[in-house]
């Protein structure tokens, strides 16, 4: 586990105890994560890997590791972690599959689902997310996710089929294109409701008889919305 220390004049790191502050919160972070029911040892590895922190403002440092969504720029939010988590349980992922997420926010949740799977597309709708998910992932030495400024409801076909597909942002119905890109026994997470209503997440897998439908838990997501935004 990394530990990041705030405010640390240089050199005092040295006289922290063994389990510094930042350290309890993120075995916190952890525990709180298996006591709502996250199970997979890849999962709960892949979520103490990914510092939270660097994908949230400055001034949200200090809640990186508490269960909450948090504000990014463009009116967006980072998902709540657990939802993350959550999400990521449902995608079954192995190490050989390719990945397409749409909505990279933050690019956390890319980040996440890049320590488990071979590669991760992801895709965003506003340039200034994309470019700066892109600059955090860099930082991180995240090598296995390429994020894609473009409207994620078309999909990107030039790369299609892919094992998982992941919506982070609610739609009504699962477009169709995205379906269309899903491989044979895919399997696609999205949150399926109204803007402004219930929403759920459902899981999506591809049989020879057409989709399985799992209707999973009630959640609140951001809308995905047609198009590339016109603001940047
Ligand atoms: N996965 C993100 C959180 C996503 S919030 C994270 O880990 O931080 C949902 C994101 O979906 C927003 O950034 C929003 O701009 C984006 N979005 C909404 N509609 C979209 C579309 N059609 N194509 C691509 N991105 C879209």
Redesign the pocket.
């Given at each position: 586990m990394i530990t990041h220390g705030r405010g640390r004049a240089n050199g005092e790191a040295a006289r922290d105890p063994p389990f510094g502050h930042d350290s309890i919160e993120r075995m916190e972070f952890l525990l709180a994560l298996r006591r709502r029911g996250i199970m997979r040892a890849e999962v709960l590895r892949a979520m103490d890997e990914v510092a939270r922190e660097q994908?949230v403002g400055a001034q949200d440092h200090a809640l990186a590791y508490g269960d909450h969504a948090l504000p990014?720029a463009?009116g967006?939010?980072?998902?709540q972690p657990y939802i993350?988590a959550y999400m990521t349980e449902q995608l079954d992922l192995r190490p050989e599959h390719c990945v397409l997420?749409?909505?990279?926010?933050?690019?956390?949740?890319?980040?996440?689902l890049a320590r488990i799977a071979r590669e991760v597309i992801?895709?965003?709708?506003?340039r200034t997310?994309a470019q700066a998910?892109r600059a955090r992932l860099e930082a991180q030495g995240v090598k296995n996710v390429t994020v894609i400024v473009?409207?994620?409801?078309?999909g990107l076909k030039g790369r299609a089929p892919f094992d998982r597909i992941?919506v982070?942002?609610a739609t009504p119905e699962p477009?169709p294109a995205l379906v269309a890109q899903l491989a044979q026994d895919g399997i696609m997470v999205v949150p399926l409701g109204p803007r402004d209503g219930p929403q759920r997440i459902v899981k999506l897998t591809k049989t020879n008889e057409g989709l399985a439908r799992a209707d999973l838990i009630a959640v609140r997501?951001?809308?995905?919305?047609?198009?590339?935004?016109h603001e940047l």
């Amino acid at each position: 586990m990394i530990t990041h220390g705030r405010g640390r004049a240089n050199g005092e790191a040295a006289r922290d105890p063994p389990f510094g502050h930042d350290s309890i919160e993120r075995m916190e972070f952890l525990l709180a994560l298996r006591r709502r029911g996250i199970m997979r040892a890849e999962v709960l590895r892949a979520m103490d890997e990914v510092a939270r922190e660097q994908f949230v403002g400055a001034q949200d440092h200090a809640l990186a590791y508490g269960d909450h969504a948090l504000p990014i720029a463009c009116g967006q939010s980072i998902s709540q972690p657990y939802i993350v988590a959550y999400m990521t349980e449902q995608l079954d992922l192995r190490p050989e599959h390719c990945v397409l997420e749409i909505g990279t926010g933050s690019g956390y949740q890319a980040a996440v689902l890049a320590r488990i799977a071979r590669e991760v597309i992801s895709i965003e709708r506003y340039r200034t997310l994309a470019q700066a998910a892109r600059a955090r992932l860099e930082a991180q030495g995240v090598k296995n996710v390429t994020v894609i400024v473009g409207d994620g409801m078309l999909g990107l076909k030039g790369r299609a089929p892919f094992d998982r597909i992941l919506v982070t942002a609610a739609t009504p119905e699962p477009p169709p294109a995205l379906v269309a890109q899903l491989a044979q026994d895919g399997i696609m997470v999205v949150p399926l409701g109204p803007r402004d209503g219930p929403q759920r997440i459902v899981k999506l897998t591809k049989t020879n008889e057409g989709l399985a439908r799992a209707d999973l838990i009630a959640v609140r997501f951001v809308p995905l919305l047609p198009g590339k935004a016109h603001e940047l």
